[in-house]
């Protein structure tokens, strides 16, 4: 049978390995990965792995028992279509079929590099080095008040650190909610005991202190760098498979590369989305395990046989004692409806197109993501007056 080569061991390229043969697949597939650690789930490291409550986080996955050739510490350098090779640190690796899942990298401060003390997370090294220092109880400093932001400063306060989290803009998730939606996000800093500065930028990392624009300087015995991060394509450069601006492998409707038996899955690829109108780069987890699926049953059926990807997108964050959640894709021209009260416990927003669901911000309230992710699937209209009463679930119009 043919050969499968996934470059990349994360998420996506487990679940790529996996869903092959859960499809039938009858061919080799050799699953490649840099890192040299039994292939691990992120999302614990900023949380229970953070804090020691857990060591690691590998995948109950027998890759043996599935005839999926692992090789690990293995990196990917580059890639000669016309030969059908795939140049890596071990040497050439011939495939029939290659599924690029090299993830994404953590952006950094420029200038931060060597300097010891700063960190990011994203590897279950990365994880390792920080526990100590959190466990240690002393001074942190968050850059970013993204996701990985939020879910450090909470493990960090829960660690019993002193904790300033520096944002340059003027709120949490600047990037991904609206100001009326994140302003009320912003309490939570403060009442975990972590302190939020906005419109703050750092413009110096020295030895035990972080300086800001303002000339202001922060003692720091770590400093946690979450800016965000871009996919790990660098190696693809002068190999033909197109990448899109912000870095990511532009793969079409079925997760094709520009390359012919090329696919690309997870957080290293976008794709476009017919239901959002636009493409989409999705750095979450949902992501790795869905669209992984689309292209082991397209690989199964064969060319244009196997179903197109337009997954609603999900996500969720354990932030501040609390469960976020998100579903679906909203734009800033969309309306905005609230779902309970947003400095209580637990609130949803819904964010509506021409009457229509189009995205979902559920705190603590699992079962409006869960209804709302299956209207914004279905694209119906929504009874307005039930939405905005969080007594009654969310329902169609
Ligand atoms: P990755 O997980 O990045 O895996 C890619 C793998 O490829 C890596 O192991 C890398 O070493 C390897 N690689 C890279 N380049 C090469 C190469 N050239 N050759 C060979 N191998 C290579 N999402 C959520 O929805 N909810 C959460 O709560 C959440 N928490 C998170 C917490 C953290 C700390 C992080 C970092 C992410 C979190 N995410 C969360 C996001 C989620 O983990 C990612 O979307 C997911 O890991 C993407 O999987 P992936 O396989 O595409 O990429």
């Not at 999302?43 to 999926?68: H, N, Q, R, T, Y």
């Not at 197109?242 to 794709?271: H, I, K, Q, Y």
């Not at 009457?355 to 929504?382: C, M, N, S």
């Not at 009874?383 to 679930?393: E, F, H, Y």
């Amino acid at each position: 049978g043919r050969r499968v080569v996934v470059a990349g061991a994360g998420m996506a390229g487990v679940q790529t390995a996996v869903a092959l043969r859960e499809q039938g697949w009858t061919g080799a597939i050799v699953l490649l990965g840099a890192e040299p650690h039994p292939p691990y789930d992120r999302p614990p490291l900023s949380k229970a792995v953070l804090l020691g409550k857990a060591e690691g986080a590998a995948f109950d996955v027998d890759f043996a028992s599935l005839d999926i050739d692992l090789r690990l510490g293995v990196e990917a350098t580059g890639l000669r279509p016309a030969e059908r090779l795939l140049d890596t640190t071990a040497g050439p690796v011939a495939y029939d079929v290659l599924v690029v899942a090299t993830g994404a990298d953590p952006v950094t401060l420029p200038g931060t590099a060597d300097v010891p003390g700063v960190y990011v997370l994203r590897t279950l090294d990365d994880a390792v080095r920080l526990r100590p220092v959190l466990a240690a109880g002393r001074d942190v400093v968050a850059v970013g008040a993204g996701w990985i932001g939020a879910e450090v400063a909470t493990a960090a306060r829960e660690a019993g650190c002193r904790v300033t989290v520096v944002e340059a803009s003027g709120r949490p998730l600047a990037g991904a909610l609206p100001a009326e939606v994140a302003a009320h996000m912003a309490g939570w800093y403060e009442q975990a005991g972590a302190r939020l500065l906005t419109h703050a930028k750092v413009t110096s990392v020295a030895e035990g202190a972080v300086v800001l624009d303002d000339g202001s300087r922060l003692p720091a015995d770590a400093v946690v760098v979450g800016v965000g991060a871009r996919p790990a394509t660098g190696w693809l450069a002068g190999s033909g498979v197109e990448l899109a601006a912000d870095g990511s492998v532009a793969a079409d409707e079925r997760l094709r590369t520009s390359v012919p038996d090329v696919w690309a899955v997870g957080d290293c690829a976008s794709f476009p989305s017919a239901r959002f109108g636009r493409r989409l780069l999705v750095h979450h987890w949902d992501n790795a395990l869905q669209g992984p699926r689309t292209v082991a049953q397209n690989l199964v059926l064969g060319p244009e046989e196997g179903p197109v990807y337009d997954p609603v997108p999900y996500f969720w964050s354990e932030q501040f004692g609390r469960f976020v959640q998100y579903a679906g894709h909203h734009a800033d021209a969309d309306e905005l409806l609230w779902r309970g009260d947003p400095e209580g416990a637990s609130w949803s927003v819904c964010w509506l197109r021409s009457g229509v669901l189009r995205g979902l911000l559920a705190v603590g309230r699992p079962r409006d993501l869960a209804q709302g992710r299956r209207l914004i699937e279905q694209g119906t209209a929504l009874d307005r007056t039930r939405a905005a009463d969080p007594s009654v679930p969310l329902k169609a119009a």
